[in-house]
């Protein structure tokens, strides 16, 4: 540096001065001066600055003040803490245009300071700027950021203040690149509340002031511990900055730099997740070497103030120590040689010949080879000398390495145990036969094979110096028993046997609520019968499903340790086996099993191929056995059926193939089969749009004698949809759809077999405008439908006043009830339900719900208002689609689609009135489908099963489905 007598001649013409260097850190430290003292209680004398005094320059431009601007001291007021931010910020550009500056220039928002000494004497060349605080109410304590946006050297700043009390420029050297403080800031203020600060550089480098804050405050004290600085890797470390303080305020913020790069609070390793923390979760250092760990702490005032500690994590040296000898008569000479390896360096090598502990005694040589990797002992008196060597690494991490040296004849030792195995608790008695040229002096014992001897917690301390002890092995294992004998030389010699003491295996015992159901079927399982001969169960471990792996997820998981579960629920059908393992408090174990039947959905695939419309398919059991007719689409389209041979149709197998029983499009809007008498009938829709009844000639033949296709209605141009065909009065009678007129249409054969020309008594039992998804029911003895009013958005029943309702008066007007309005009620169904008329339907948010009525007619609309109407599955993301209601197994049903996810599904409710939305337990019956299905109405097997058809849209099959 040069002498600084050079930098302040141009700055002296003026200014005020005296300059002044530092080694504080933060406070401002005054330069010494001849005839002046320091200005503020922390300013100090520092050598090597001496000054020039003179008085303030007259302004470039009238001020708004006189000139001098320094007023008498006694003018000054008391002052606080409440100027904002604003009035304390100054840019690097905003230097006071009203004051002379030399070498500096607006680079943005910054000020460029362009020093020049290449001449070598060229005093005039540095570069300097006044900058002017308006401060009102500044606490007499200030501190100052200085943000540089080019770092000038520290050395070559210098800060100074127009002190109002001398008429002076007081010179400082900040002793910090980027902050300093103003202990007693009095003096520095005048009457109108203004601070001006005089920025200089020296030298030639180039520096950009960004910024210039002035804070009323203290800067906080940061302050940095740690519960280890050192240690071995990897090193665990927890640091603690919670003593650090702010004298005026309080901190609002930490920040971490755990790998000393500078970077605080980086988002790719702990420090981030420390933020704020004073208190950071441990910190791991896996790799070896010095380490520096900082927080920064700020305040509420944006001060700030770091602290800093070394943290060094080691890796241990690793040693071996080789000899050329390890055993011979007295005296032995024995080299030693040290291996030693470090990630760093070996700094230290100590040794201890005679094994005694204390390393680099100097009475037996060992401290002439300490700092060596070599050395040579004597060894003259015979004995067991346990040599070491010890080494130390560059950062304080030691190794030992042992060697035995044997000088002279050592005893010997035989040991024997009787007997070496058997349960527990095993009885051993220990017999030693013990040999030396003195005298054998001591027995030691280690019966668990711990390597340590005459322990008191087993009972060896208690066989200390008996050379034949009995013990007893209440543990199973192997356990290596030792003794160890000594001679009146302190010479040792030992000898082991192996004890095995084996552990009787535990019972599991498996006991199960129910062991066979239908699904959902919920069962509970009992392991506590468990025992264990000789010991107690400890633990439980679960395999629910069967697969050999206990406790993966779930309720296995959550399950063990338990002996008991309560309410594990099996869903689908099938045998399943549940393990149980019982473990002991050795860890033998055993496993008991237990097998649960639940049955469920057996979905066999009746027909496949293209164009095979199964949403027109309709069931009935044909003499006890299920059978469906449906129809077929496409170029070949037609009317089908088929036949299960057995009582089930559990598979393909037992149907019969399908045969056509009527040609041509036909069946647009389903079908209905039926068995009158001998002969198997189906009602439908022509594809001229009459009403229809095929039926075969009573032995399966559909083109027998008295077979045919009979027209039951031609009347309307679109008549037949949704026929619903029952025996009623002891005749076949069809309700339907004349969709043309909107009218509900009802027709009664008068023959019990339904001949030609047996059905002219066709009734209209409601006139509408349009009207869809008819379906008729016996209720009670008597006709009754349910319908779809498409004109008013109301779902509609109607029932009959006779058993036979073959007379327009059956079907009085007053009886026809609206069970809900404003409903999109497609695919209803109607069914009695515990006596009582119910309906399912599908609602305009494609939910699925089910109404009651509160009587056994249902012949007024108050009855439905009265029962319930309530959704059976209304899911926020699902739509359901072509749903069946039926009354079976004791309760009401639904088979029914679900749009959304492609499942066929089935729901049984839990109690026969089906009123409580609750109570209604979905079962997923075909969950690959593709886009949607339709089931035909339910039948109740011969065997007592729910049975029903669908037509699977993605693959086009007709299938079948019965709940086993």
Same mark, same amino acid.
């Given at each position: ?114 020093p ?30 200085m ?28 002793g910090?690149f ?41 800067a906080p ?21 919670s ?31 420390a ?29 700030a103030?770091e ?8 890796d ?6 080789q000899?050329?000898?390890?055993e ?32 680099n ?60 195995s ?34 008191l ?5 208690g ?34 046997v ?49 697969d ?6 779930g ?16 869903t ?28 469920a959905?057996?979905?066999v ?24 007719a ?22 393909a ?73 029952k ?19 009802y ?47 109301? *779902? +509609?029943?109607? =029932?009959?006043?006779t058993?036979? /309702?073959? $007379?327009? @008066? #059956? &079907?009085? !007007? %007053? ?32 939910? *699925? +719900?089910?109404? =009651?009525?509160?009587?056994?007619? /249902?012949? $007024?609309? @108050? #009855? &439905?208002? !009265? %029962? ?47 009123d ?49």
């Open positions: 540096m040069r002498p600084v007598q050079c930098l302040l001649v141009l700055f002296a013409a003026l200014l005020l001065g005296s300059c002044g260097a530092s080694s504080d850190g933060s406070v401002l430290t005054r330069a010494q001066q001849p005839g002046a003292s320091a200005s503020g209680s922390t300013a100090q004398q520092a050598p090597g600055a001496p000054g020039l005094a003179r008085s303030l320059p007259a302004l470039p431009v009238q001020p708004p003040v006189p000139a001098t601007m320094l007023p008498l001291p006694g003018s000054l007021r008391p002052r606080s803490l409440s100027f904002t931010v604003q009035e304390g910020w100054r840019d690097g550009a905003q230097f006071d245009p009203l004051w002379p500056n030399s070498r500096v220039v607006a680079g943005g928002v910054d000020g460029v300071f362009s020049d000494y290449s001449s070598g004497e060229a005093l005039s060349e540095l570069a300097f700027a006044i900058y002017s605080f308006q401060l009102p109410d500044a606490d007499a304590q200030l501190s100052a950021n943000l540089w946006t080019l770092t000038p050297l520290i050395s070559d700043v210098y800060i100074g203040l127009a002190n109002f009390d001398s008429n002076r420029w007081d010179w400082f050297r900040p910090a980027d902050s300093f403080e103003i202990a007693d800031s009095a003096p520095y203020l005048n009457a109108q509340d203004e601070l001006y600060v005089a920025m200089t550089v020296d030298g030639s480098q180039v520096a950009s002031l960004r910024a210039l804050q002035f804070i009323a405050t203290a004290e940061a302050v940095l511990e740690s519960d280890v600085t050192s240690g071995l890797v990897p090193l665990a470390v927890n640091f603690d900055a003593d650090s303080s702010d004298p005026d305020g309080s901190i609002v913020s930490f920040e971490w730099d755990f790998d000393g790069d500078g970077n605080f609070s980086e988002s790719d390793n702990a420090e981030d997740l933020l704020n923390n004073p208190t950071p979760a441990v910190v791991i250092y896996s790799d070896p070497g010095v380490n520096y760990a900082s927080v920064r702490v700020t305040d509420n005032q944006g001060a103030k602290a800093e500690l070394q943290i060094v994590a080691n241990a040296p690793q040693v071996s120590l000899a050329d000898v390890t011979g008569e007295a005296p032995l000479a024995v080299a030693f040689t040290a291996n030693a390896s470090d990630s760093g360096s070996i700094d230290i090598y100590e040794w201890d010949f005679d094994g005694d502990g204390t390393f005694e100097s009475d037996n040589g060992e401290d002439i080879a300490f700092g060596f990797d070599t050395a040579i002992a004597s060894y003259s008196v015979n004995g067991s000398y346990n040599a070491a060597v010890r080494v130390t690494d560059n950062f304080a991490a030691t190794a030992t390495a042992n060697l035995l040296i044997v000088v002279g004849t050592m005893p010997t030792v035989e040991l024997s145990a009787n007997p070496q058997g349960p527990k608790p095993l009885e051993v008695d220990f017999s030693t036969m013990a040999a030396d040229n003195g005298s054998i002096t001591d027995y030691e014992w280690d019966f668990d094979g711990d390597g340590n001897f005459s322990e917690d087993n009972g060896e301390l066989q200390h110096g008996v050379a034949n002890p009995t013990i007893t092995y209440s543990g199973s294992g192997a356990f290596n028993a030792t003794v160890r004998v000594t001679d009146d030389e302190n010479n040792t010699a030992t000898d082991s192996t004890i095995d003491v084996s552990n009787a295996a535990p019972t599991a015992d498996l006991q199960a609520s129910v062991t066979q159901g239908e699904a959902p079927l919920l069962v509970d399982f009992d392991a506590s019968a468990s025992s264990d001969p000789d010991g107690s169960i400890a633990d439980y471990e679960w395999d629910l499903d069967g050999g792996n206990y406790g993966e997820t309720e296995e998981l959550d399950s063990q340790g338990q002996a008991t579960i309560t309410g594990y629920t099996f689908e059908g099938g045998t399943f086996t549940v393990y149980v393992r019982a473990i002991d408090d050795e860890g033998a174990s055993d496993v008991a099993t237990v097998d649960i039947t639940v049955t959905w057996n979905v695939n009746l027909v496949s191929g293209s164009n095979v419309d199964g949403t027109n398919s309709s069931m009935a059991l044909i003499n006890g056995n299920p059978a469906v449906w129809r077929r689409s496409g170029p070949t389209a037609n009317l089908r059926y088929m036949r299960s041979t057995t009582a089930t149709g559990a598979s197998t037992d149907w019969s193939s399908s045969v056509a029983i009527v040609s041509g499009s036909v069946a647009l809007y389903g079908t209905s089969l039926l068995q009158v008498g001998t002969r198997v009938c189906v009602a439908y829709q022509y594809s001229d749009g009459s009403l229809r009844m095929v039926r075969d000639d009573g032995s399966g033949n559909w083109g027998g004698p008295g077979s045919g296709n009979i027209t039951v209605d031609n009347s309307a141009a679109d008549t037949g949809r949704w026929p619903s065909m025996i009623i009065g002891g005749t076949p009678t069809i309700g339907y759809t004349d969709f043309t007129n909107g009218n509900i249409m027709v009664k054969s008068s023959a019990a077999d339904g001949a030609s020309g047996s059905w002219g008594n066709k009734i209209t039992i409601f006139d509408g405008t349009i009207v869809s998804y008819t379906d008729m029911q016996l209720v009670n003895g008597n006709p009754a439908f349910t319908f779809y009013d498409n004109s008013n958005q109301i *779902l +509609r029943y109607l =029932r009959s006043t058993a036979n /309702g073959d $007379n327009a @008066a #059956d &079907w009085p !007007a %007053g009886n026809l009830c609206s069970v809900a309005t404003a409903v999109v009620a497609s695919h209803c169904g109607l069914t009695t339900a515990n006596g009582n008329p119910a309906i399912g339907y599908i609602d305009a948010n494609a939910d *699925l +719900r089910f109404a =009651r009525c509160s009587t056994s007619t /249902g012949g $007024n609309t @108050a #009855d &439905w208002t !009265a %029962g319930t109407n309530v959704p059976v599955a209304a899911l926020p993301t699902t739509s359901y689609d072509h749903s069946k209601v039926s009354f079976v197994l004791g309760a009401p049903a639904f088979a029914y689609s679900d749009t959304t996810n492609n499942d066929q599904l089935f729901t049984l409710a839990s109690n026969p009135d089906g409580l939305s609750a109570s209604w337990n979905e079962e997923t019956v075909d969950g690959t489908m593709g886009q949607m299905a339709e089931p035909s109405n339910m039948i109740v097997l011969s065997t007592g099963q729910v049975a029903f058809c669908y037509h699977n849209i993605d693959t086009d099959d007709l299938m079948y489905a019965f709940r086993e």
